[in-house]
């Protein structure tokens, strides 16, 4: 019998790290993808305009899948929390009560996206000649939402008893399906927008339903779904909401700071917008890579916290954190080596492709620095304390860049000084985020019901 759960309070933590890593790096590549070949094949097969229309809701799709992955990190630390400490009872508990918090969670994020989206790609001021593609391609999306939600749930109670090759699998069937859909429905039914929206969505809810049946069909694991048992538990209910919501906020707070950047991106012509559109392509690619260290370090740090093991704790964190920062800067290179060929994934058009090159000259080899904030908000919340790093990250990402904005932009009003911005806010609030990190570490008391 295949034991696809890991045991993360004992054995090398660098391999089981790695091991654990892998499989979730492909996964949340793989969601990426969803919305990569969108842009790849709109850009390809549905000309620039199109390209431009779905790449001015790149923010906003950040925004409703960060909320919900914020929550469910908030799943996965609690779960995790509970694994480590032997107790099925507080495991069975989380994982109904969160089954039942993302599905409000999807449908409520789903029905405000929808009616609200006319009014927020033009307040983003978004090129009139974008807008009708625009809101069409984000009401679609956003009807999968509330698929997205569910597998976002299963996935976290998974990875917290560290399983994260059968969400691979499944996301890597729904990313096959996608893709020709995707082709199908622009280059034979010539639908434009709208066909890659549906094929985006019809693959999220493939990937949810699987999930969600191994969930149903593992009766004898503690982190088994039954549908007799949905309730929502208060105690847990109210830990989840404590780590859950100010991680939510906090993905919130990144996306409306990039609002406000993308609507500076709006300033400039639309060969500017579709270049920069194509080129933001890479920022999922590079995050969400690095992303799987840092819920390997919450999982890892959660787990060990319950078995009151700190020392493990500990290296955990600084494993994870060499982890991702070696894999963004190895991937930002990569990049900025292929860039004329990433960029040509999405355009044809040369002046597109040369006012892409400008944003990836700066992003490229500044990804790397982004793994000493988001790795410590990770560890962190693995010791079940979100508050604080989202008010961090409010102050030193969130204002930081308005003020960038509003003086460093507004003087030098080039692309180059807007994209500046990134690397030094990160520098920032790494620094805050760490010197927290270290101060609650040494504090904090490693026991299961703290």
């Not at 707070?253 to 709006?266: E, M, P, R, Y």
Request: hydrophobic share 55%; charged share 15%.
């Amino acid at each position: 019998m295949i034991h696809y759960e890991m045991d993360m309070c004992t054995g090398s933590l660098w391999k089981k790290i790695l091991i654990f890593s892998i499989p979730l790096m492909f996964s949340n590549i793989l969601q990426i993808v969803f919305n990569i070949s969108d842009v790849a094949v709109v850009g390809k097969f549905a000309g620039p305009i199109a390209l431009g229309a779905v790449g001015s809701t790149s923010i906003l799709v950040t925004l409703s899948t960060g909320l919900l992955l914020g929550l469910s990190s908030g799943v996965n630390a609690l779960t995790a929390l509970y694994i480590g400490a032997r107790n099925r009872d507080g495991v069975k508990r989380t994982v109904h009560t969160s089954a039942l918090l993302m599905a409000i969670a999807g449908a409520v994020i789903m029905a405000a996206g929808i009616l609200f989206a006319s009014r927020i790609l033009t307040a983003m001021n978004t090129k009139a000649e974008l807008m009708e593609g625009a809101v069409c391609y984000l009401r679609i999306y956003l009807l999968g939402t509330p698929a997205l939600a569910m597998f976002n749930f299963g996935n976290a109670v998974l990875s917290a008893a560290g399983d994260t090759r059968r969400p691979l699998n499944y996301l890597t069937l729904a990313g096959v399906v996608n893709v020709a859909l995707n082709l199908f429905f622009v280059i034979v039914l010539h639908m434009g927008v709208m066909g890659v929206a549906l094929a985006s969505i019809i693959s999220q809810y493939i990937s949810a339903v699987l999930v969600l049946r191994l969930l149903l069909r593992s009766r004898e694991e503690s982190f088994a779904l039954s549908l007799e048992h949905l309730a929502m538990d208060r105690d847990v209910l109210r830990r989840l909401l404590r780590i859950g919501v100010p991680s939510a906020l906090q993905y919130a707070l990144f996306a409306v700071a990039n609002l406000f950047v993308q609507t500076s991106v709006n300033y400039f012509d639309h060969v500017m917008v579709e270049g920069n559109s194509a080129a933001a392509n890479s920022d999922p690619l590079v995050y969400d890579m690095m992303a799987a260290f840092y819920t390997a370090c919450t999982s890892f740090i959660a787990q060990n916290m319950g078995a009151k093991n700190r020392e493990r704790m500990r290296k955990s964190f600084y494993i994870c954190m060499i982890y991702s920062f070696g894999l963004g800067l190895s991937l930002g290179a990569g990049l900025y080596v292929l860039r004329y060929p990433f960029l040509g994934l999405f355009t044809n058009d040369p002046a597109v492709v040369d006012a892409g090159l400008r944003r990836i000259s700066v992003m490229a080899l500044s990804y790397c620095i982004s793994a000493f904030m988001d790795c410590t908000i990770a560890a962190s919340r693995g010791l079940g304390k979100t508050v604080v790093p989202m008010l961090i990250v409010t102050a030193g990402s969130t204002v930081f860049r308005l003020i960038w904005i509003w003086t460093i932009f507004a003087h030098f009003r080039t692309i180059e000084s807007l994209y500046l911005l990134y690397v030094f806010s990160w520098m920032i609030t790494g620094a805050a985020e760490l010197a927290y990190f270290r101060r609650i570490f040494r504090y904090t008391k490693v026991s299961p019901n703290g």
